[in-house]
C-alpha cells in the first residue's frame, strides 16, 4: 500500500454517507412504491434554487426547454397577461412588455456538464478501457444476487453478515475467485480495512475523497439508492439482507482497485496524483444566470396560467350561488371518497345522477393505520401512509380462495429430465393461452386485482379482545376508545357531523393491471401503494358500532341509529364498484343501498366513457355496457402499457367545501378533501388534515413533474424494455442500473405544473396554522407547493408567497358549458406524446 | 404445380408489399400500419399451411420454386429459387404464428411509442428474412434472409438507440453475427469448388471428405453464434434491450433456433461424420448444463428466461446430432412457444412472485454446501467468463493491434489511395506487367488493406478518416479480389460499384454532418440519429454496401470474385476472411459511434450510461 498522502482536507465518512444517502433515490423496493419528492434532500431551499441545483450537479432537466415553453405560448397555454404579472410581482418597476419580448425571444443554451462525475471519468484518461463498464456488469450481477428476492431460483448462499461478509465467504469457498488480481483478493480479505485506506490507494489525496464517492454512486444511482433505502428500511423485503451502503462502497473499490491494478500493473499511481483537477464543491449554489430567470418565468407563466382559469372558475362560482344557504333537503346517501384525483369525476357523476347525495373526500386510509395481515400469510403489509408506523395489526380470520398458479413463472426445474418435461408441456400450454389471452383478456392469477387484496367474505379482527397480547409486536384490532378517535376524527375533519343520510358509504379504491411492475403506483398512495378496501371496512364496522356512537355523542357528533356505513372500493381501472358485509345490514337498508347500487353503475357509466376519451384502444361512443367491459378487458391485458393513467395530469388540491366548487370542471386533475371551516374557526382541524395531506399529494405532484421533466433521469423511461430485476426493481438491461421514477406511460398526459393548494378559511387562520407547522411552512415558503386561500365568506383569494398573503383577482373568464359530456366526448386526443402535443388532451377549465 | 409453387413466391413476397405499404404511411397511423403488416404476415401463414397440406396429401418429400438467376457462368449459377420442405414449412408456420401474435401485442403496446413504425418495420423486415431462411432453395438465398435476420436484430436491440448500453449490447451481438456471416461466407466458397450440385433435400454428399468436414464447420460455427451456443451465450440476454415484444419473438423464439434450422438444412456436410457429430452434441451438452447453472442465478427475469432458452436450444442441437429430426422440430416449436410467451408476460412475474411470498415463506435455500457448489455459483454469476473472455482478451487484443498499426507513420492516407489507383490502372492497361504477375501480390494487397481496416478500428479521432481508412481498405481488398479473378472486368466492377457509391455515400453524409456542427469524433457517442435521421438512414445503407450486404452489388461482387479464389490459397482466403469481418464491424461502429447512444443521457461526464 501507498503511504497515505498529505491530509490536506480531512475526510468525514459518515458526512460523506449520510450526503449520499441523502441525495441518492429513496425508492424502495418497487412492491412498496410510494410517490415521494425526488428532491427531498433540498426540500429547505427554495424550489428553484433546487432545481437549479440538482440541473448544475447532476446534469438532470428540471424545466422544460425554452422551445417548449415557446410552444405553449403559440398554443395559447402560456397567456401574455400571466407572462406580464409575474414581471411586475418579481420588480414592479420594470416595463413588462419590453421584458416579456426579451424572454419569448431567448434561445436555448446548450447545458453546462454536470458536476458530479467529473473526477472519476478521469481514469479513462489512464486505461485501455471504460472503467464503469468493466465494473459496473459484475458489480450489479453481485449485488442482484444478494438482494434477489426470488427471481432467481438459486439463490446466493445466504449470509448473516451482509453483502461483504457473503461475498468473503463465497470467495473462501469457492475454486473460482470473484477478482482478477492477487492484490484484490489480499485486500479483500482484510476485515480491518477502511473506506478511507482503499480511497488513498485509489484516489490517494484525501480532498478528492467526496467527490471521488458521490461520481461513483451516482453513476448507478438506482442500485446505490435501493441499497440505502433497504440499509434504513430493512423490513420492506420479505427475505430479509443486510444492505449497507458501506459494503456496496468497499466491495466497489475492491473490484476498482482489481481491474485498475490488471490494467497498469502493481505499483499504480492513484489518481489524484495524476490529474490537474480541483476538488469541488458539488453542492454549492450555483450562479443564476439570464437563461435559468426566464426558464424559471415561463415555468411559472405556464403554472400560474392554468391557476388562474382554476381561481376564475371558482370566482364566478361564488358570484353565482351568491349567498345561496345550504337547504335542507332529505339525503339519499353519502358517501366518502379518498382525496384522489381519480375519484373526482366519480363524484362528479354521483352528484349528477342523484342531486340528493352528498360526496366527501378523505385520505383514503380513513385514519385507519394498521397492519394487514392476509389469512394465512407470513408477511405483513402496511395499509397506511409511507410516513406512519402502525401499532395495530388487522387479521383475516378466514381462509380465501386459493390462488392459481401460472406455471410459466414458476420456478425451473433443477433436474434434467423436469427441465425438459417442462419445456415439452409448458411449450403447449403458452401456446394456447398466448392465443387467448390476446384475442379473449380475463383475469388471470398473474394479473394485480385491487379485490384480491382482501377476502371480501373473510372476518376480520377489528375489535381488540386481548389488548395484552402482542402478534409481531403489534396490537390485534382496536380497542373501543381508539375506534372512536378514529371516527371522531375522521368525521370531523371532513365537517361530516350532522345531517347524516341513512347510508354512508366508505369508498376506497384500488387499480387493476396487468404485466406491471409499477402497479404499487396506481394503488392508493394513502395507503401505502395498496388498495384500500382493508381500512374502509374496518372504518365502516367500527363506525357502525353502538359503544363507539354513544361516546361520539358525547363528543357532539350524533350519529342516528338508522344511518348505517357501508364500506366499499372502486377499482380506478376497472370502473368497479365493490361493497362490502352488505348482508349484515337491516333489510331497510339493504333495500336502499340497492337503490344507491343503480346510482353508483350510472355515475360508473359516464365516469367510463369520461376516461375513455384517453383510451385509443376504446371507442367512446359505445353503449355503456360495452364500454364498461372494453374498459375492464383492457385493465386485464398484457398488452397494455396504460390500463389507466394514474395520477397523470394532477395539479390541484382543493380543501373546503364540496359545494363552493360544485359545477367547477376540473378534469380529473384535482385532489379534493372536504373541510368545513365554519366547524374549525381556530384552524386546528386544518392543521390536522394538512399535514399528512401535503406531503403525500405534493409528493406525488412532485414525482410526476420530475418524471415529466427529464423521464430519462428521473423517471425510469418507457416501460416497455424493462426487466423486472430481483424482484425489488426494473433495470433496462441485464448489465444495467435500477430505473426509479415513473415510467413514460405515466407521465406523457402528465403537466409538469407545481400542485395548487387551494384551501377554504380565513387568510389569518391559515398563518397561524402554517407558522406554527416548520414542516408545513417549508413545503409552501419555498415555494414546493402553491398555497392560495378561499375566504369562506366572500370568496377573496389570496395568494401566499414566502410567508405573506397578497390578494389575488384572476385574470382568465371562464367559460361555461351546457352539455358537459359533448365537450368532453368532443375534446381532442393526443397525436404524438411530445409534451406540447400530448398535454393539449387536458381539458380547459370550465363551469356548467 | 405452378399454382402451388407461385404459393412460395407469395409467402415471400407478401410481406415486402406490406413493408412497401407501410413505408409510406406516416406514424401516426398505427392502426394501418399493424394491420397492414399483419395482413403480409397472415399470408404467409395461409400460404405455409396450405403447402403442408400440400406436401401431406400428395405424399411430396419437398417442392422447388425456381426463380430468375441472378449470375450465371461456366463455374456456378446463382439463381433465386425457393424451397419446402417440411422443416422448412414447420418453421415458418411458427414464424407466421408468432409474428402475428406479436403484432396484435404490439399494436396496442408500443402505442404512441416515438419509434412505433421504425418497429413494425423491423419486425416485418425480420420476418421476411425469416421466410426466405427457412424457404430458400439454396444457400445463397439462405445467406440473404440470414443477413437479414442479423441486421434486424441490431435494430431491435438498439432500439432505443438514445441509451448506452442498449447501442453497446447491438454492436457486441452485431459483432459476433458478423463472425458467423462470414463463416458462412466461407462455407458457400467451400461448397462452390466442391460440391457445386449441392441443392437441399439432395442425397448425402460423397467426394472430398476434408472439405465437406471444413464446410460443416462453419456452418456449424454460423449455427452456434445465431442460436446462442457455448461459448457464444453470453450475447443472448445482452440482447434484451429492445421492447419485451421484439425480445420475445428474437431471442426468446425465432432468431435464436435459426441455427438449429441452419444445421437441418446443412445435415449433407455432418450427417456420416461422427466425430462432427460427438461436436455438435457435445457442444449442445455443454450448453445445456453451462446456460442451465446461469439461466438458475440470473436475477433479471429475462436474462434468466434467455439463458433458459438457449439450454433447450442445446438440448435440440443434440437431438439434431443423433439425427431425431422430428423430435428437434417439435422440440424447437414448443420451446419458442414457451419462451417467446414467458418473456412477453415477463413482467407480470413480480406481481406474481410476490404474491406468492407473502403466503409461503421462502426457505433460505441450500446453505453452503460444498466447494464445488460455491465455485459454480461464482462460476455462473461470472457467466464463466465468457463475455469476460470476448470482450476483455479477444476485442481487447485486436484493439491493441489496431493501436499499433496506428502507430505506423504512412503519411497521408491519399497516397495509398494513389497507389491503389496506379496499381489498379497499370494492371488495367498492361496486364502481362511484371508486378501483376508476382503471385503473391494479392496478399500484399490485402496486408495493406488489413493495415488500414486495422487502424480504423482503433482509432478514436475523426469520423471522416476512419471511413477514409475503410475505403482505402476496400480499394485493396478489390484490387486483391480482382487479380485474383484474373481480372474479370464485370465482377470488378460491379463489386467497385458498390463500394465507391458506399464510400461516396459515407463522405458526403459524415461532411454534412461535420459542416452543420455535428461532433464526429469517435472517443465517444454522438447520437446524431434523432437530430438527422435521413443522415442516419442514408448512412446506414453505405455500411451496409460496404459490409457487402446482400441488396448490394458489393455482395455479389464479393460472392462472384471469392469464387475464383482457389483452395490452395487458403491464407490468402483466411486474410481476406479476417478483413471482412473487421470492415463490417468497423463499418457498424462507425454508425453506432456517430449516430446511436444519444448525446444529452450519454453525455460525460456523469452520463447515467448504466441506465
Not at chain 2, 455 to 476: C, H, Y
Request: net charge neutral.
Amino acid at each position: 500500500m501507498n503511504a497515505i498522502p498529505s491530509l490536506d482536507e480531512s475526510f468525514d465518512e459518515a458526512r460523506v454517507l449520510h450526503l449520499l444517502r441523502e441525495h441518492l433515490p429513496a425508492q424502495a423496493p418497487i412492491k412498496d412504491f410510494v410517490h415521494h419528492n425526488p428532491l427531498h434532500a433540498l426540500q429547505d431551499l427554495d424550489f428553484f434554487d433546487a432545481s437549479l441545483l440538482v440541473s448544475r450537479a447532476f446534469g438532470i432537466d428540471t424545466t422544460l426547454s425554452l422551445a417548449d415553453y415557446r410552444q405553449f405560448h403559440r398554443q395559447g397555454r402560456i397567456a401574455d397577461e400571466i407572462i406580464d404579472e409575474l414581471i411586475r410581482r418579481k420588480s414592479p418597476a420594470h416595463d413588462s412588455p419590453e421584458q416579456r419580448h426579451q424572454i419569448l425571444h431567448l434561445e436555448d443554451t446548450p447545458p453546462a456538464p454536470p458536476r458530479v462525475g467529473s473526477l472519476r471519468t478521469k481514469w479513462n484518461k489512464f486505461l485501455p478501457f471504460c472503467l464503469e463498464d468493466r465494473i459496473e456488469p459484475i458489480l450489479f450481477r453481485w449485488l442482484g444476487g444478494f438482494l434477489d428476492q426470488g427471481n432467481a431460483d438459486w439463490l446466493m448462499p445466504p449470509c448473516e453478515g451482509g453483502l461483504l461478509a457473503s461475498l468473503r465467504q463465497l470467495e473462501q469457498q469457492s475454486y473460482a475467485s470473484l477478482f482478477r488480481t492477487d492484490e484484490a483478493r489480499r485486500l479483500f480479505h482484510q476485515r480491518e480495512l477502511t473506506l478511507r485506506d482503499l480511497l488513498a490507494r485509489v484516489v490517494g489525496r484525501e480532498s478528492y475523497f467526496e467527490n471521488y464517492l458521490v461520481d461513483q454512486q451516482f453513476a448507478h444511482r438506482g442500485w446505490s439508492g435501493l441499497v440505502s433505502v433497504i440499509e434504513q428500511r430493512p423490513e420492506t423485503l420479505f427475505a430479509p439482507r443486510k444492505a449497507r451502503l458501506r459494503d456496496l462502497i468497499h466491495f466497489e473499490m475492491i473490484l476498482e482497485i482489481d481491474v485498475i491494478e490488471q490494467a497498469l500493473g502493481p505499483g499504480w499511481e492513484p489518481l489524484s496524483h495524476r490529474i490537474h483537477h480541483h476538488p469541488m464543491d458539488y453542492f454549492s449554489p450555483p450562479d443564476p444566470d439570464p437563461a435559468q430567470q426566464a426558464l424559471q418565468l415561463w415555468q411559472e407563466a405556464f403554472e400560474w396560467t392554468y391557476y388562474d382559469q382554476v381561481l376564475a372558475g371558482i370566482s364566478f362560482l361564488r358570484t353565482r350561488q351568491g349567498q345561496q344557504a345550504d337547504e335542507q333537503k332529505e339525503l339519499t346517501f353519502q358517501g366518502v371518497f379518498c382525496v384522489d384525483d381519480r375519484e373526482c369525476s366519480l363524484r362528479r357523476y354521483l352528484e349528477a345522477s342523484d342531486p340528493a347525495c352528498q360526496t366527501y373526500g378523505a385520505p383514503g386510509f380513513f385514519g385507519v393505520v394498521a397492519y394487514f395481515k392476509p389469512y394465512g400469510a407470513c408477511h405483513l403489509e402496511k395499509n397506511c401512509p409511507a410516513p406512519l408506523t402502525p401499532i395495530h395489526l388487522i387479521k383475516e380470520l378466514k381462509p380465501r380462495p386459493r390462488r392459481g398458479r401460472v406455471p410459466m413463472h414458476d420456478q425451473q426445474s433443477r433436474s434434467f429430465l423436469g427441465d425438459l418435461l417442462a419445456a415439452f408441456a409448458l411449450g403447449a400450454g403458452s401456446g394456447l393461452r398466448l392465443l387467448s389471452d390476446l384475442m379473449n383478456p380475463s383475469m388471470r392469477p398473474d394479473i394485480m386485482h385491487s379485490f384480491s387484496h382482501m377476502n371480501a367474505n373473510g372476518e376480520l379482527s377489528i375489535e381488540c379482545t386481548d389488548p395484552e397480547t402482542r402478534e409481531e409486536g403489534l396490537k390485534v384490532g382496536f380497542e373501543v376508545p381508539e375506534m372512536v378517535e378514529i371516527v371522531g376524527k375522521l368525521l370531523s375533519g371532513i365537517g361530516l357531523t350532522k345531517n347524516f343520510a341513512p347510508l354512508v358509504y366508505i369508498v376506497a379504491h384500488g387499480g387493476t393491471t396487468a404485466n406491471n411492475p409499477h402497479h404499487a403506483a396506481y394503488d392508493c398512495g394513502a395507503c401505502s401503494g395498496r388498495p384500500g378496501a382493508l381500512n374502509a371496512r374496518v372504518f365502516a364496522a367500527m363506525a357502525n358500532r353502538t359503544d363507539v356512537r354513544n361516546s361520539l355523542t358525547k363528543q357532539g357528533i350524533h350519529i342516528p341509529r338508522e344511518t348505517r356505513f357501508i364500506a366499499a372500493m372502486h377499482d380506478t381501472s376497472q370502473d368497479h364498484l365493490r361493497y362490502y358485509d352488505v348482508s349484515q345490514l337491516p333489510m331497510t337498508s339493504q333495500k336502499q343501498h340497492a337503490e344507491n347500487v343503480r346510482t353508483f353503475e350510472k355515475a360508473l357509466d359516464s365516469n367510463a366513457r369520461e376516461r375513455a376519451r384517453r383510451f385509443a384502444s376504446i371507442e367512446r361512443n359505445l353503449e355503456p355496457k360495452r364500454l364498461r367491459r372494453a374498459i375492464e378487458k383492457r385493465s386485464v391485458s398484457y398488452f397494455e402499457p396504460r390500463p389507466e393513467l394514474g395520477h397523470g395530469s394532477n395539479a390541484l388540491c382543493y380543501v373546503g367545501r364540496r359545494h363552493s366548487i360544485k359545477g367547477l370542471f376540473l378534469d380529473r386533475r384535482a385532489f379534493l378533501q372536504s373541510y368545513d371551516s365554519l366547524q374549525d374557526p381556530e384552524g386546528e382541524t386544518l392543521l390536522n388534515l394538512l399535514t399528512p395531506l401535503v406531503p403525500v399529494c405534493g409528493g406525488i405532484n412532485l414525482e410526476y413533474y420530475f418524471s415529466r421533466m427529464d423521464n430519462h433521469k428521473m423517471g425510469c423511461g418507457t416501460k416497455l424494455s424493462h426487466n423486472v430485476t430481483g424482484l425489488i426493481g426494473v433495470t433496462n438491461s441485464s448489465d444495467g442500473d435500477l430505473r426509479t421514477g415513473l415510467p413514460f406511460q405515466m407521465i406523457e398526459n402528465h403537466d409538469p405544473v407545481r400542485l395548487l393548494m387551494m384551501v377554504e378559511q380565513k387568510t389569518e387562520v391559515i398563518h397561524k396554522q402554517v407558522a406554527s407547522s416548520p414542516t408545513l411552512a417549508q413545503w409552501f415558503d419555498h415555494g414546493w407547493v402553491h398555497l392560495v386561500t378561499i375566504d369562506p365568506d366572500n370568496g377573496d383569494l389570496h395568494r401566499y408567497e414566502k410567508g405573506k398573503f397578497h390578494p389575488y383577482h384572476p385574470i382568465a373568464k371562464v367559460e361555461k358549458v351546457e352539455d358537459l359530456e359533448k365537450l368532453i366526448r368532443e375534446h381532442e386526443r393526443m397525436r404524438t406524446s411530445q409534451i406540447y402535443d400530448a398535454t393539449r388532451e387536458n381539458m380547459p377549465v370550465v363551469v356548467s | 404445380m405452378t399454382t402451388i409453387t407461385s404459393l412460395l413466391w407469395i409467402i415471400i413476397l407478401s410481406p415486402i408489399v406490406s413493408l412497401g405499404f407501410i413505408s409510406g404511411l406516416p406514424r401516426v397511423r398505427e392502426t394501418a400500419i399493424s394491420r397492414i403488416m399483419m395482413a403480409g404476415v397472415l399470408a404467409g401463414l395461409v400460404g405455409g399451411v396450405a403447402l403442408a397440406l400440400v406436401l401431406f396429401f400428395r405424399n411430396l418429400p419437398s417442392l422447388t420454386a425456381s426463380g430468375p438467376t441472378l449470375w450465371q457462368n461456366r463455374e456456378h449459377s446463382f439463381g433465386l429459387d425457393l424451397h419446402a420442405d417440411p422443416s422448412g414449412l414447420t418453421y415458418l408456420i411458427l414464424a407466421s404464428f408468432l409474428t402475428t401474435m406479436v403484432i396484435i401485442f404490439s399494436k396496442p403496446y408500443l402505442h404512441r411509442e416515438e419509434g412505433y413504425k421504425r418497429f413494425f418495420l423491423i419486425l416485418g423486415c425480420f420476418y421476411l428474412g425469416i421466410s426466405i431462411v427457412v424457404l430458400a432453395g439454396n444457400l445463397e438465398v439462405l445467406f440473404i434472409g440470414w443477413e437479414i435476420v442479423g441486421v434486424t436484430s441490431f435494430f431491435l436491440i438498439s432500439f432505443y438507440h438514445e441509451r448506452y448500453l442498449a447501442v453497446k449490447n447491438a454492436y457486441k451481438v452485431v459483432s459476433l453475427y458478423r463472425v458467423a456471416d462470414v463463416a458462412m461466407l466461407v462455407g458457400i466458397w467451400i461448397i462452390h469448388h466442391h460440391f457445386p450440385h449441392f441443392h437441399f433435400g439432395s442425397d448425402p454428399l460423397t467426394g472430398n471428405e476434408i472439405a465437406a468436414t471444413a464446410a460443416a464447420c462453419t456452418f456449424l460455427l454460423a449455427a452456434l453464434v445465431k442460436s446462442g451456443q457455448f461459448p457464444f451465450s453470453f450475447w443472448v440476454p445482452r440482447a434484451m434491450e429492445g421492447p419485451t415484444t421484439s425480445s420475445a419473438i428474437f431471442y426468446g423464439a425465432l432468431s435464436t433456433h435459426l441455427g438449429v434450422f441452419l444445421l437441418l438444412r446443412t445435415e449433407a456436410f455432418w450427417q456420416h461424420n461422427l466425430i462432427l457429430k460427438l461436436i455438435i452434441g457435445s457442444l449442445g451438452l455443454l450448453t445445456y448444463f453451462s446456460c442451465k447453472w446461469m439461466s438458475l442465478v440470473q436475477a433479471t427475469v429475462k436474462a434468466k428466461i434467455g439463458y433458459g432458452s438457449v439450454a433447450q436450444i442445446g438440448l435440440i442441437f443434440i437431438e439434431v446430432a443423433c439425427g431425431w429430426v422430428f423430435l428437434a422440430l417439435l422440440h424447437l416449436v414448443l420451446n419458442s412457444l414457451y419462451r417467446c410467451y414467458q418473456i412477453l408476460v415477463s413482467p407480470s412475474t413480480l406481481n406474481y412472485q410476490i404474491q406468492n411470498q407473502i403466503f409461503l415463506p421462502k426457505k433460505n435455500t441450500t446453505p453452503l454446501a460444498s466447494r464445488w457448489n460455491c465455485t459454480l455459483y461464482v462460476l455462473a454469476v461470472h457467466e464463466f467468463y465468457l463475455d469476460r473472455f470476448f470482450a476483455e482478451t479477444l476485442w481487447h487484443n485486436l484493439k491493441i493491434l489496431g493501436s499499433m498499426m496506428l502507430k505506423l507513420r504512412l503519411g497521408r492516407t491519399g497516397f495509398f489511395v494513389l497507389l491503389a489507383l496506379a496499381i489498379g490502372s497499370v494492371s488495367l492497361c498492361w496486364p502481362q506487367n511484371p508486378i501483376t504477375r508476382w503471385s503473391r501480390l494479392p496478399e500484399a494487397m490485402v496486408l495493406v488493406g488489413w493495415i488500414f481496416v486495422f487502424r480504423s478500428f482503433s482509432t478514436r479521432g475523426p469520423a471522416t478518416s476512419a471511413w477514409g481508412m475503410l475505403m482505402v481498405n476496400q480499394l485493396f481488398l478489390f484490387l486483391a479480389l480482382w487479380l485474383e479473378s484474373n481480372l474479370n472486368h464485370f465482377e470488378g466492377a460491379l463489386f467497385l460499384t458498390g463500394v465507391i457509391f458506399a464510400g461516396v455515400l459515407g463522405f458526403l453524409v459524415l461532411t454534412h454532418l461535420h459542416r452543420s456542427g455535428a461532433g464526429m469524433d469517435l472517443d465517444q457517442f454522438h447520437g446524431h440519429a434523432m437530430r438527422h435521421p435521413v443522415a442516419a438512414r442514408l448512412f446506414v445503407l453505405a455500411v451496409l454496401a460496404i459490409a457487402g450486404f446482400p441488396i448490394t452489388p458489393t455482395f455479389l461482387g464479393e460472392e462472384l470474385m471469392l469464387s475464383h479464389i482457389a483452395d490452395e490459397q487458403w491464407i490468402l482466403m483466411l486474410m481476406i476472411i479476417v478483413n471482412l469481418v473487421l470492415d463490417g464491424l468497423v463499418g457498424m461502429a462507425l454508425y453506432c459511434k456517430i449516430f446511436l447512444g444519444g448525446g444529452r443521457i450519454t453525455r460525460p461526464p456523469l452520463n447515467f450510461r448504466a441506465a
